[in-house]
């Protein structure tokens, strides 16, 4: 028998043991992506960007429903327009690449590979607005980003990766907070709905927000080793580029004013979350929200080969049946390899139900469903094949969520003083919360000292009025945020 | 009153006058797309990138139905792999754009932005395949591309554009010309049933072919000036790349061989080749199958305030139930616009149906409908409401299509003697129908002396054995070709 080359007798790394290890396995072996010949770029494979094309789908429908357009501006960024914002330019200097040549000539002026696109898109804005009545203006585009990061790895970190970015115009800055947050939220249900997955949402502090911004809203993820995963952001750019670009309108009353913008984008990075999250030592686990399939039908062949076709026969029905209700299903017959490695292939994939079909299912009239989250079993009657295969889907939806609540949960803790806070940072990674007195300083010490950076003030915080101590210095501090270590 | 800014009162140029003016005021006009401070790239404003999204869900609902998988390849190729097939490198060497600098560092290698991405990919097939198990392999990426153009135009030719490229691997050439021809039918079939518009389909002369290609197929429209628009292709690779990129696989007696490949795909220029066939001297016209929204509803004002308003309720009543009955309907009910000014908007967008509802029309209980193609209005009874908006779409389509068909018959001449050749294509640009002795030589010539080049052997001319003569040389000739200025 043949072996699929990124199916080896071996099993995987542990994830309890090597997180790091277990995820570029994982990756790899459930053929999610691969390493290209491109330092720091990966491919996606099929499998990876089935779960892309259901983010967008989601998101995308998002969108539209909320009068969002989808258009497409240049890759390519003039330099000038980019050193237009300082700030912007300085957070993003270090990882840009930059075209000199082209058609055969040297460039008079290089391009940049957009890191994201507010500078080549605002500089447009300018000639499109004019009027209050060509506001608001809401536009978004999925496209590929460059960002020359020194340490990669699949999904989670890559020189090029692919993205949603929303860009809106506003008249006064409340709709523009009202549009930022709405975003952040499209964001957190999308992780909670669909990935199944429990996020901290939040501000950013001053030093973590993105370079130009006024405010940077945030989704992090729980990782189960501790660290904090970024996962989408949502920005409130107030006038600050308008103002830098000359985007003005003339409000009804023929005064020009400069209007209020925001950004958010969410990337394929919330791939390398999902697996971090719900995965375990037997491969990926798949939401079956985002899963496709979400049942795979495993024949069982019997010795007789008479025996072996009506088992066929009967697994086809039983796969039209799932089908026609609306089920994302794939028929496995390939009898050619043992069951044992049929099974260890869709483990692996995350396909979070298994239905096996062998003789004793074509006689008894029950079929086996084993659920890829628990591995727990359960036998079926036929007459409720659809019935109850949704069920267990939407139980091993709400189960999976129900774990990530958990691992947040778990893995965050309540802090009151310095010496804590070194001796749990020390000792393992976790989300720290913990009284801080919003003071720059004390940020870049705590992370000199402990390798923690703040992460958010969760949204439920942010008007907190409390009479805490700054957990590093001891002066008064009003709010609680969130450290930790980013992944 | 405050003016669009891109609407002035000042009407477009006309089609007839100058075809590539009339065709840069309709995209601007019409808000497909905006130029960029990037020398020939575009920006694809939403209007337009609306067309690329039906294009898109059209397309890959058919890859998906026979099993082709979306994924996605990294855009910087190193240099080293795109040197690997000499002709391909060739072809392609004077478009490349580079990059030099990343991260702040020169880099040791440049690498080179994908024009296409068939180096890229076939570097990691080798990888992939081994067994005659593991094909065939059909995949597919919807991306950006990069081709440094001289002379750009938005659409038809810019040096960023939007795309997909399918590529697939078989074990025997047969199977592999099969795939060829299906995605050249799957292109075809798309602009016939959804852009209207009537192509020749063909293959391409040896000087003409994709650089790599053993033979090329290809989708070639005739504009209305009479010349020709490669709007899609379809490649025939061989076992040149499997060759090159070292791609072999096991068959089932262990022996080991090259496989076959394909490439085909169709880009953004198809939106420019839709414009400048059904667009008129009002602007653009769109098909109703591709067109969003395909009816609006212009709500006429009355000098009455309150009858102003019972007319807006009525036509909110008429846009619900069109949007029920699954329409794509826009309501205007702008009533700072003057009448005129808002149907001269709808007009150069190209919107198919416009429904006028009055107060003529309230009281009445007949509608006004105004064609876009044809401009000419039919009185409706309300209750006829959804069946006959959808027969006029569905007449309007036809028609489209009609016209295009007939532009393409009347814009193609057959032409026996070299003499009547040059005759013609000095006087005008027409598709040629013409024998030719299939040598590069006189292919050349022609080119030099008429501008006009070989476009295809149609598709129905493939197999044809007649006795002719080469319109150039005199030689013996078997079949017809088409020749055609490029646009």
Known sequence: MQEKKNFGKKGLTKKSENIAKWYSDVV???????????????IIKPNGYAIWEKVQTVLDKKFKQNDIKNCYFPLLIPNHLLKKEKKHLQGF??????VTYAGGEKLSEPYVLRPTSETIMYKTFADWIHSYRDLPLKINQWCNVIRW?????????????????????????????????????????????????????????????????????????????????????????????????DISFLDNKEKKCHPFQTSWGLSTRSIGGLVLI?????????????????????????????????????????????????LRVKLDI????????????????????????????????KIKFVRRDTFSQSLVFVEDLIIKTKSLLD?????????????????????????????????????????????????????QETKFSTRVLEMNKVKENLKGKCVHCGKPAKRKWLFAQAY
């Not at 200097?93 to 930059?98: D, G, I, K, M, T």
């Not at 949502?234 to 670009?245: E, I, Q, Y």
């Not at 490695?341 to 994939?349: G, P, V």
């Open 28 to 42: 790899l072996r459930a053929d999610l992506a691969d390493y290209s010949e491109v330092k720091g770029s990966m």
């Open 93 to 98: 200097s270090p990882e840009l690449a930059v």
């Open 149 to 245: 990061e020194k340490r990669t790895y699949p999904f989670l970190r890559t020189t090029e990766f692919l993205w949603q970015e929303g860009h809106t115009v506003h008249q006064i800055e409340q709709e523009a907070i009202k549009m930022a947050l709405e975003a952040l939220k499209w964001y957190e249900d999308f992780y909670k709905d669909y990935f199944a997955i429990s996020p901290y949402v939040g501000i950013k502090s001053e030093q973590e927000k993105f370079a130009g911004a006024k405010t940077t809203y945030s989704v992090e993820l729980v990782i189960p080793n501790g660290k904090a995963l970024q996962a989408a952001t949502s920005h409130n750019l107030g006038d600050n580029f308008s103002k830098v670009f």
């Open 278 to 326: 719900h995965g375990d030592d037997s491969g990926l686990i798949l939401p079956p929200k985002v899963a496709d399939p979400q049942v795979v039908i495993l024949v069982i062949a019997d010795k007789e080969k008479i025996q072996s076709e009506k088992i066929k026969k009967y697994a086809q029905k039983i796969y039209e049946k799932l089908n026609k209700n609306g």
């Open 334 to 365: 390939d009898l050619k390899y043992s069951l044992g490695y049929r099974i260890n292939e869709w483990e692996i994939k995350g396909v979070p139900l298994r239905i096996e079909i062998g003789q004793k299912e074509l006689k008894g009239k």
């Open 395 to 447: 139980q091993i939806q709400k189960d999976l969520f129900a774990k990530s609540e958990k691992i947040k949960r778990d893995l965050t803790v309540e802090v009151n003083t310095y010496q804590e806070f070194r001796k749990i940072s020390q000792a393992q990674k976790v989300f720290i919360r913990a009284f801080w007195c919003e003071d720059k300083k004390c940020e870049e010490k705590i992370k």
